[in-house]
């Protein structure tokens, strides 16, 4: 069976940070579900590129998955923290000790405010919301556990590998493995 991962998105959603999370993990061989959290599976994200879901996340969260990761940008993040099916998922998810994770404003307006960052956990965010989280980092990505966080559009790559990393037992390993060569990732 394929490792899944869900990822919710909404009006303002940053594309970049959608686009790298999903390509990323489908080239390891994760099956991804896209879903809006709006009325309709269209997202005008936070730069003007229009998205459709793969679903509408009342039907997505009817689902178990591996992985949710959270892309950021604004007003998409608080529009995401505000759905109940979503966030109702999410803490399930979470206390099932899934993979999870979030990036950009994420981890601060979805992540931390829903008190899905384990207590004293260290964990970063886009500089501007740094301040909402209870230790911030400044680190590019910061896996803590079950959970991985990352800062912005610039870092979207990295915070996808990390999630892979976190999925390896339920991924091809050599495909996830050549995922970063692949892709000309600096480092790998």
């Known amino acids: ?53 793969d679903a509408l996340i009342a039907d997505a969260v009817s689902k178990e998955y591996d992985c949710i990761a959270v892309p950021g940008g604004m007003p998409g993040a608080k529009t995401i923290s505000e759905s109940v099916a979503f966030i109702d998922c999410l803490k399930k998810h979470a206390a099932a000790g899934k993979t999870y994770g979030a990036i950009c404003a994420a981890p601060a307006v979805v992540l931390q405010a829903h008190g899905l960052i384990p207590a004293g956990a260290a964990a970063t965010c886009f500089p501007a919301f740094a301040e909402k989280l209870e230790a911030p980092s400044e680190s590019r990505v910061v896996t803590t556990g079950k959970l991985v966080t990352s800062r912005g559009p610039g870092t979207s790559i990295e915070f996808a590998l990390a999630l892979i990393d976190q999925l390896m037992p339920k991924l091809d390993a050599a495909k996830a493995a050549a995922v970063p060569k692949q892709m000309l990732v600096a480092g790998y």
Do not use: F, H, Q, Y
């Open 1 to 53: 069976m394929a490792c899944s991962v869900l990822v919710p998105i909404a009006n303002g959603s940053e594309e970049i940070e959608t686009v790298c999370i999903v390509d990323t993990l489908v080239r390891a061989g994760a099956t991804v579900t896209v879903a809006s959290v709006e009325a309709s599976a269209t997202c005008k994200m936070s730069r003007g590129v229009v998205m459709v879901a």
